[in-house]
């Protein structure tokens, strides 16, 4: 294969390309065997499909273009390394011969990155706390286990209070209106910070049995069939439950933890395991990307290709949009203006998080390949087998997701690739280790409080 840059501005890279004859005719012929391979046609059995054929029914420019699909990518690949050139953007091409029986020759457009200089590692230093688990952290962490084991009794003898749960049946009546437009059972918790106060203070002090009406004003984005108008409940009070809290003894920790601990004490001690577990796993993000920031801010890149940049504000501005949808929402510019923001300024914000992913990626990218760091078969095994754990699919069935989609397996094993980079890049950098006091104070404090199970 012949080549030579033919110009070269910023990061865009022009090749002239010329593909040998034999090569090129020899890609034909896989592409021909591989099509005869997986096309059915009537009057010829599956694998035994002649050339003949497949000319007539898909036209030989048809398999000229199943050649270059599978020849293309491996010689940009060889272009890259020849001239130690790293492609960030799909190639174009601009196909000048591509018959048989001739030399392919082709000019390949090339967004590549740009340059990039690191500093030295050793010159980047980030304090690490030394992990301190209080023991008011403790508490709050068993009150948390009493709170997500609570059960609801029903209360007898007084009416509905604080921190009690209504049970109600209700109808929803739109103002002017005469059937219900709602008829349903619902509890409802009157310390729930998201029920209206007309709702909570026409049930607070309730008591079974009793009927009651209350009047609500709905919003503009509430349910189609009655945002922006009024809207009567009519409550019948059904039951009253309040909370009734776990105590723990060292008889009834057995049964709460399902035997995982014998007594409170053996709690205790687990519950300030998980919590110095937590710490530690918040302590080392905070130490990676304490450090990966410093490494972009010391870092020097060239440029930032616009192409690049665009396709990480598409990025976001599609996740966002996601996010809206999941909340109901549809109208960007609606949500920006009720945050007193406007569609510029929201642009604006989006272009510089596009600039910051762009550079970062090219910052650890660059880190990649100087520290020679890749993904082993092994590493991708111990990927797998941590998906299926945590998904809790069978083994065998992420190893075909994975290999069935090349995105997938490009977009996992780039995550893995960038998680050692770091990992190394932690390993290089100097640490201080400081007592957890000096750090909150050093530091404007450090929330080392978990919430969860045993």
Same mark, same amino acid.
């Given at each position: 294969?012949?080549?030579?840059?033919?110009?070269?501005?910023?990061?865009?890279?022009?090749?002239?390309?010329?593909?040998?004859?034999?090569?090129?005719?020899?890609?034909?012929?896989?592409?021909?065997?591989?099509?005869?391979?997986?096309?059915?046609?009537?009057?010829?059995?599956?694998?035994?499909?002649?050339?003949?054929a497949?000319?007539?029914?898909?036209?030989?420019?048809?398999?000229?273009?199943?050649?270059?699909?599978?020849?293309?990518?491996?010689?940009?690949n060889?272009?890259a390394?020849?001239y130690?050139?790293?492609?960030?953007?799909?190639?174009?091409?601009?196909?000048?011969?591509?018959?048989e029986?001739?030399?392919?020759?082709?000019?390949?457009?090339?967004?590549?990155?740009?340059?990039?200089?690191?500093?030295p590692?050793?010159?980047?230093?980030?304090?690490?706390?030394?992990i301190?688990?209080?023991?008011?952290?403790?508490?709050?962490a068993?009150? &948390?286990?009493?709170?997500?084991? *609570?059960?609801? %009794? +029903? =209360?007898?003898g007084? @009416?509905?209070?604080?921190?009690?749960?209504? /049970?109600?049946?209700?109808?929803?009546?739109?103002?002017?209106?005469?059937?219900?437009?709602?008829?349903?059972?619902?509890?409802?918790?009157?310390?729930?910070?998201?029920?209206?106060?007309?709702?909570?203070?026409?049930?607070?002090?309730?008591?079974?049995?009793?009927?009651?009406?209350?009047?609500?004003?709905?919003?503009?984005?509430?349910?189609?069939?009655?945002?922006?108008?009024?809207v009567?409940?009519?409550?019948?009070?059904?039951?009253?439950?309040?909370?009734?809290?776990?105590?723990?003894?060292?008889?009834?920790?057995?049964?709460?933890?399902?035997?995982?601990?014998?007594?409170?004490?053996?709690?205790?001690?687990?519950?300030?395991?998980?919590?110095?577990?937590?710490?530690?796993?918040?302590?080392?993000?905070?130490?990676?990307? &304490?450090?990966?920031?410093?490494? *972009?801010?010391? %870092? +020097? =890149?060239?440029?930032? @290709?616009?192409?690049?940049?665009?396709?990480? /504000?598409?990025?976001?501005?599609?996740?966002?949009?996601?996010?809206?949808?999941?909340?109901?929402?549809?109208?960007?510019?609606?949500?920006?203006?009720?945050?007193?923001k406007?569609?510029?300024?929201?642009?604006?914000?989006?272009?510089?998080?596009?600039?910051?992913?762009?550079?970062?990626?090219?910052?650890?990218?660059?880190?990649?390949?100087?520290?020679?760091?890749?993904v082993?078969?092994?590493?991708?095994?111990?990927?797998?087998?941590?998906?299926?754990?945590?998904?809790?699919?069978?083994?065998?069935?992420?190893?075909?997701?994975?290999?069935?989609?090349?995105?997938?397996?490009?977009?996992?094993?780039?995550?893995?690739?960038?998680?050692?980079?770091?990992?190394?890049?932690?390993?290089?950098?100097?640490v201080?280790?400081?007592?957890?006091?000096?750090?909150?104070?050093?530091?404007?404090?450090?929330?080392?409080?978990?919430?969860?199970?045993?």
């Open positions: 294969m012949r080549s030579e840059i033919v110009s070269q501005e910023n990061t865009t890279v022009v090749l002239h390309v010329e593909v040998e004859q034999e090569r090129f005719d020899g890609a034909v012929r896989d592409a021909v065997r591989e099509m005869s391979r997986n096309v059915e046609l009537k009057g010829f059995r599956k694998g035994h499909v002649p050339r003949r497949l000319d007539m029914y898909f036209g030989s420019r048809a398999i000229v273009n199943e050649a270059l699909e599978e020849l293309m990518p491996r010689v940009v060889e272009l390394e020849e130690d050139l790293a492609p960030i953007e799909s190639p174009s091409f601009n196909f000048i011969s591509a018959e029986g001739k030399p392919l020759v082709v000019d390949i457009t090339l967004e590549v990155r740009p340059e990039v200089t690191l500093p590692l050793e010159e980047i230093e980030v304090d690490k706390p030394l301190d688990v209080a023991e008011d952290d403790v508490e709050k068993m009150d &948390e286990f009493r709170r997500v084991r *609570v059960t609801m %009794a +029903s =209360v007898e007084r @009416p509905a209070g604080e921190g009690d749960t209504v /049970m109600v049946s209700y109808t929803a009546t739109v103002e002017g209106e005469e059937d219900p437009v709602e008829t349903n059972t619902s509890p409802i918790a009157l310390g729930a910070p998201q029920l209206r106060k007309e709702i909570r203070d026409v049930l607070m002090g309730r008591e079974k049995g009793d009927e009651v009406d209350v009047m609500v004003s709905m919003e503009e984005d509430a349910n189609p069939r009655y945002a922006g108008r009024n009567r409940y009519h409550f019948v009070v059904t039951d009253i439950q309040e909370e009734i809290l776990p105590e723990l003894t060292d008889e009834t920790v057995p049964q709460l933890t399902s035997g995982a601990a014998k007594t409170v004490e053996e709690l205790r001690r687990r519950m300030r395991r998980r919590l110095e577990s937590e710490v530690q796993s918040r302590v080392d993000m905070m130490v990676r990307n &304490e450090a990966f920031d410093q490494l *972009v801010a010391k %870092a +020097s =890149v060239a440029s930032l @290709p616009e192409k690049s940049v665009l396709r990480h /504000m598409n990025q976001l501005r599609q996740d966002d949009l996601e996010e809206l949808r999941r909340q109901g929402k549809e109208d960007l510019e609606e949500v920006l203006r009720a945050q007193g406007d569609l510029a300024a929201y642009d604006q914000g989006l272009r510089e998080r596009g600039e910051a992913l762009t550079r970062n990626g090219f910052v650890i990218d660059v880190l990649a390949d100087q520290s020679q760091i890749e082993s078969q092994e590493d991708l095994e111990m990927e797998f087998r941590r998906v299926a754990l945590r998904t809790g699919t069978p083994l065998k069935k992420v190893y075909e997701q994975y290999t069935q989609r090349r995105d997938l397996l490009g977009e996992l094993m780039a995550a893995l690739r960038t998680r050692k980079t770091l990992d190394h890049l932690v390993s290089k950098v100097a201080r280790e400081m007592p957890m006091e000096e750090y909150r104070g050093k530091h404007g404090g450090f929330d080392a409080s978990g919430e969860g199970n045993a």
